[in-house]
């Protein structure tokens, strides 16, 4: 990786960290409402917070962190929802049985901490999958 594409990436990774940060505020906003305000279940109310989280982020996303690189909305909506999307809520409802339902850790406390575990994978799943770069023709002699 040249210095310049590490750069790239270091400023995509801000950038990524600064929706995510937006992002954790929908998230516990939600979850806060549907669990206290609404009195779903932990687990119901953390994957519609979850599924919030992940439409803003994406809208954010497009239009901030990967706003370089063109492509199709649905299209990436679609992508981002299936493995962003499906990893979030899978990944939050995991925890979040582990962190609560076993560990009886506050909800609010355990969700955090399973946003920082998803964070890197989602980013690496964001910029090699979801919104990667159109590939350069290869030219033939």
């Not at 497009?62 to 492509?71: L, M, N, Q, V, Y």
């Not at 980013?123 to 023709?137: N, S, Y």
Request: with cysteine; charged share 10%.
């Amino acid at each position: 990786m040249t210095a310049n594409c590490w750069r790239s990436t270091a400023i995509r990774w801000i950038k990524f960290n600064l929706v995510g940060g937006m992002g954790i505020a929908v998230q516990l906003l939600m979850l806060t409402i549907l669990k206290s305000g609404l009195h779903l279940h932990y687990l119901i109310a953390t994957a519609l917070a979850v599924e919030t989280a992940v439409v803003h982020n994406f809208l954010w996303h497009r239009r901030f962190t990967w706003a370089d690189r063109a492509g199709a909305g649905f299209t990436r909506f679609f992508k981002f929802n299936l493995t962003t999307g499906l990893f979030s809520i899978g990944g939050n409802l995991v925890l979040m049985k582990l962190l609560v339902g076993v560990g009886h850790t506050n909800y609010l406390l355990a969700n955090g901490i399973t946003i920082t575990a998803c964070s890197v994978v989602n980013f690496l799943v964001g910029d090699g999958f979801v919104f990667a770069a159109d590939r350069p023709e290869t030219q033939s002699i």
